[in-house]
């Protein structure tokens, strides 16, 4: 166990961040999981640019990094182009 004040607190403040964190990133992964389901072309167009501006959060913030949002995206776009 930590012998600080200082480092305890660290600890507490990492616990929450990493939960927090948690959270967001199952969030977007069900939002992506959904979308990859999702055979209807104009339902995808209408959530592309919410799940991209979602993705951007998230790399803005570190929760995931820039480059595996950049690769979402992409793969996310082709999927839509696929569509019939």
Not at 16 to 39: E, G, I
Request: proline fraction near 1%.
């Amino acid at each position: 166990m930590a012998n600080h004040k200082s480092s305890v607190k660290r600890i507490r403040q990492t616990k929450t961040k990493t939960l927090h964190n948690k959270y967001y990133a199952k969030t977007m992964r069900n939002a992506v999981r959904k979308f990859r389901s999702t055979t209807d072309k104009e339902e995808c167009v209408k959530q592309l640019p919410v799940i991209q501006k979602m993705l951007d959060k998230l790399a803005k913030r570190n929760i995931i990094h820039v480059n595996k949002a950049a690769n979402i995206k992409s793969s996310l776009a082709l999927h839509v182009n696929k569509l019939g």
